[in-house]
Antibody, heavy 127, light 113 residues
Framework: QLQLQESGPGLVKPSETLSLTCTVS??????????WGWIRQAPGKGLEWIGS???????YYNPSLKSRVTISVDTSKEQFSLKLSSVTAADTAVYYC???????????????????WGQGTLVTVSS | DIVMTQSPDSLAVSLGERATINCKSS????????????LAWYQQKLGQPPKLLIY???TRESGVPDRFSGSGSGTDFTLSISSLQAEDVAVYYC?????????FGQGTKVEIK
């Protein structure tokens, strides 16, 4: 059963780069049935998809964050990572990593729902 | 971008009574080639990550109690809890995976009356 765990600094200074890592266990990050994604939730707010990656390194970003986001994968470590540059207080949130089902038909592949999720990690942007 | 709008923002229901949450998408999430609605529902309890309840608008995830059901098609969807239990107190989110970016509703908070 897949399990995901986020790790990284809980405090980042304004204008710096937020860096988080998600470690996958109970399965392989190279499983072609899945994408791997990041979602965030500002305090008391809703959920925002940040971006996703396939084990080959193909990435998909939310246009609203695309200029500041980089997601990468390290298959040897069963990890994928998030970097968000030039952060401000508005980037303070709980950051979740999650598995995204990938389903293919007729040579085309699509994304599905998020399951499972990591427990989340709170990142505060403050000087 | 597809905008998901839930109603109401919150509701209070007596134990054992039905709770109904609505979700409306700004464009259809029904894919005509496979006749599937690309819509999921999640439950988020305080201090926990979201938990998948339903996908394809009406397919219950394994282990989810059958008091939870999803319905609807196209742009209008409903999550129903047939007989509210104390452990169902949570915020519920709908999410579309039809288009990129995937997007969530703003959430509906369910409480006990």
């Amino acid at each position: 059963q897949l399990q995901l765990q986020e790790s990284g600094p809980g405090l980042v200074k304004p204008s710096e780069t937020l860096s988080l890592t998600c470690t996958v266990s109970g399965g392989s990050i190279s499983d072609s049935n899945y994408y791997w994604g990041w979602i965030r939730q500002a305090p008391g707010k809703g959920l925002e998809w940040i971006g996703s990656i396939f084990y080959t390194g193909s990435t998909y970003y939310n246009p609203s964050l695309k200029s500041r986001v980089t997601i990468s994968v390290d298959t040897s470590k069963e990890q994928f990572s998030l970097k968000l540059s030039s952060v401000t207080a508005a980037d303070t949130a709980v950051y979740y990593c999650a598995t995204i089902l990938r389903f293919c038909s007729g040579g085309e592949c699509e994304v599905g729902w998020f399951d499972p999720w990591g427990q989340g990690t709170l990142v505060t942007v403050s000087s | 971008d597809i905008v998901m709008t839930q109603s109401p923002d919150s509701l209070a229901v007596s134990l054992g009574e039905r709770a109904t949450i609505n979700c409306k998408s700004s464009q259809s999430v029904l894919y005509s080639s496979n006749n599937k609605n690309y819509l999921a529902w999640y439950q988020q309890k305080l201090g926990q990550p979201p938990k998948l309840l339903i996908y394809w608008a009406s397919t219950r995830e394994s282990g989810v109690p059958d008091r939870f059901s999803g319905s609807g098609s196209g742009t209008d969807f409903t999550l129903s809890i047939s007989s509210l239990q104390a452990e169902d107190v949570a915020v519920y989110y709908c999410q579309q995976y039809f288009g990129t970016p995937q997007s969530f509703g703003q959430g509906t908070k369910v409480e006990i009356k």
